[in-house]
């Protein structure tokens, strides 16, 4: 007979020798990216394999400004991801909103439309987009067009319905007996009960137009308007491709994602989770 | 300070008609108390005067002024909540001054306000606190506060005390008599609990399936129920209901016999006219059977069960009948251990009903 401490102990250590080597599976590139933005340029083709550090990573950063400019297409995603953000966690909120706390015409077949667009991948819908924003609308090259056509998201349409759906009606009533106006309700009592989903929100929007590459290098060329995505996807040229830099822009960019998310993780999990749950 | 009138008050969910026409007069400063089965539309027609839910008929005045068309903010009412709906990420204090700062009333006027409502119900240590920081007895508090600050004409109460335990709901129900007697107010509450309403209504309105079943002082809906309803559903434990016959008539008075228990023979003064075999109920309160010793029919009833509080005792017996009856006795411990139980029905406390439920008189 084992004892209930060993059956746990052994449950953990076997657990433990499936998990850790997965985990070290996952965070092997990773790792090899740190490596490689530390190594010399062509360290990547030497025929034995590099896995530790070196201290290369200066020069790697002065080549990667001197080929992009790097610091300011940071700069200018940073600004960007920021802009969208801001404005696309507003205008979900809002849509979110209505649909969870009002009854009007077409209500059902609104959110059957903003359901349905989920299922549409991307790709499906950048190239009509691209050609209605650039042809017809003649905005490319504009920061208009590197903002606003993504900012319309259904994920987070639905996340902030699913939240406001949740919190009980009655809060909202006791607001309207006290004469509190509808704007009013909605800014001051629903948003700030809604911030754990929010947060989680925020990350997601932030890093969706963060790490977005496709629509930037389509709509835009000027070099001053170039975000940090495209610049990194430019060293890979035709006949010449910069590792070193590609993975030291991997790593500048990487950093304050991975920083943002350890900060809100709890409100992150507690967001994902409250859409979850009940 | 005023009182609200309805007259012939509807609510249609599509073809679905939950308040059928309602007739109401709540005076000025009255307590009256909604009351009634779930279902039965008493939150509903709370809602509606509160304004919260629109009417498909009829007309709702505060003050003598018609308010159909009022937002609720405008008619001068307060509302207190079941779930107390306190805004979770503000302080009490905050909780009680919103509305006030969202109209943009003068801070020194929201000062007095919250200082006063805090000292009316004892909360000011609290006002820094959050909701979830507080017992439900202090949030149901706080949910009070925040309806006087608003120093309306008409509280309007949502089952307030339901999500209590049983204690604190005793304690509340006292605070709640005590704030109407201080604040003169005129208050409307919802509950389905006839405890409640007996004790804190000046007027007590019965509702069944959205209709008005009988208005009146607690009292008199004990003493006087006008149909079988109403006779169920206040005082308890409830009245117990026996399926009798009509077995003999005279101007004046009929005799009837009880289908079950023995046939039991019983002859009441009525006015009514009746022929023999018409099928009526008999009523009557546990509180009201006699001794073996007293005056009217007497009857053995077989004990099933029997519970001793102390003070008093209720029998529970005949469930073989299918017609259980409740007997209160108030010398329990000399009624313990009985399997058999003599009691009488005193035909000055018998209630007759007819078939469609109506009271006989």
């Not at chain 1, 490596?35 to 080549?63: G, K, M, R, W, Y």
């Not at chain 1, 991997?250 to 943002?260: H, I, K, N, Q, Y």
């Not at chain 2, 709906?85 to 509305?99: D, R």
């Not at chain 2, 109920?281 to 010793?293: A, V």
Request: charged share 15%.
């Amino acid at each position: 007979m084992r004892s209930k401490s060993q059956t746990t102990l052994l449950r953990t250590v076997g657990l433990h020798a499936v998990l850790v080597p997965l985990a070290l599976i996952w965070l092997f590139p990773i790792w090899m990216m740190i490596v490689f933005s530390t190594q010399p340029e062509n360290a990547i083709f030497s025929s034995n394999l590099v896995l530790l550090p070196s201290d290369q990573f200066a020069n790697n950063f002065a080549l990667l400004q001197a080929d992009t400019g790097f610091l300011r297409t940071v700069f200018v995603s940073i600004v960007v991801a920021t802009v969208y953000t801001v404005v696309s966690v507003f205008l979900t909120s809002m849509a979110g909103w209505a649909l969870a706390r009002y009854n009007f015409a077409g209500k059902g077949v609104v959110l059957a439309i903003i359901l349905g667009t989920l299922t549409l991948p991307y790709f499906v819908v950048v190239i009509p987009q691209f050609i209605m924003v650039a042809r017809d609308f003649g905005l490319g090259n504009t920061w208009f067009a590197l903002i606003v056509p993504p900012l319309f998201n259904s994920l987070g349409v639905l996340f902030m319905r699913q939240s406001f759906s949740m919190m009980p009606g009655e809060l909202f009533d006791a607001a309207r007996v006290e004469g509190v106006k509808e704007w009013q309700i909605f800014l001051r009592v629903a948003l700030p009960m809604a911030r754990p989903t929010i947060a989680a929100l925020c990350i997601i929007l932030f890093l969706a137009s963060w790490n977005n590459y496709l629509w930037p290098l389509l709509i835009n060329n000027r070099p001053d308007m170039m975000t940090a995505p495209v610049a990194l996807g430019s060293l890979i040229g035709l006949t010449r491709v910069s590792w070193g830099g590609i993975m030291t822009g991997a790593v500048v960019l990487t950093l304050p994602m991975l920083f943002a998310f350890v900060v809100l993780q709890r409100h992150f999990v507690a967001g994902i989770a409250a859409g979850a749950i009940k | 300070m005023s009182g609200v009138t309805l007259s012939n008050v509807q609510k249609r969910f599509g073809a679905v008609e939950v308040i059928h026409g309602v007739d109401l007069t709540v005076d000025d400063g009255e307590f009256v108390v909604f009351v009634g089965p779930s279902g039965c539309g008493k939150s509903t027609l709370l809602r509606m005067i509160a304004g919260l839910e629109d009417i498909s008929g009829g007309e709702i005045s505060i003050g003598g002024t018609t308010v159909n068309d009022v937002e609720p903010a405008d008619r001068g009412i307060a509302m207190v909540f079941q779930s107390y709906a306190l805004y979770p990420h503000m302080t009490v204090e905050q909780n009680l001054s919103f509305g006030l700062r969202m109209n943009g009333k003068p801070r020194d006027d929201i000062a007095r306000r919250v200082t006063k409502a805090a000292s009316i119900l004892q909360i000011e240590p609290l006002l820094a606190r959050r909701p979830k920081q507080l017992s439900g007895g202090q949030r149901q508090r706080v949910a009070i506060g925040r309806a006087i600050v608003r120093e309306p004409d008409v509280f309007l109460f949502d089952e307030p005390l339901s999500n209590l335990d049983a204690e604190l709901r005793v304690q509340m129900r006292v605070e709640i008599a005590r704030l109407h007697k201080e604040l003169g107010t005129t208050m409307i509450y919802v509950t389905h609990d006839q405890t409640e309403a007996m004790t804190l209504a000046d007027k007590i309105v019965v509702l069944r399936d959205g209709r008005v079943e009988q208005v009146g002082a607690p009292l008199d809906l004990y003493d006087d129920p006008a149909n079988r309803f109403v006779a169920g559903f206040v005082g308890s434990p409830r009245m117990n209901f026996m399926a009798a016959k009509v077995v003999d008539t005279t101007p004046g008075s009929v005799t009837i016999e009880t289908d079950n228990h023995g046939s039991a023979r019983l002859t009441l003064p009525v006015r009514q006219a009746f022929q023999t075999g018409d099928a009526v109920t008999l009523g009557i309160r546990p509180e009201h059977f006699g001794g073996p010793d007293g005056d009217g029919t007497r009857l053995t009833v077989n004990v099933d069960v029997a519970e001793h509080l102390g003070a008093t005792s209720f029998v529970y017996a005949n469930m073989a009948t299918g017609e259980q009856l409740i007997i209160e006795r108030e010398q329990s411990r000399s009624e313990m251990g009985k399997t058999e139980l003599t009691i009488t029905i005193p035909p000055a406390r018998a209630y007759l009903f007819d078939s469609a439920g109506d009271r006989i008189r």
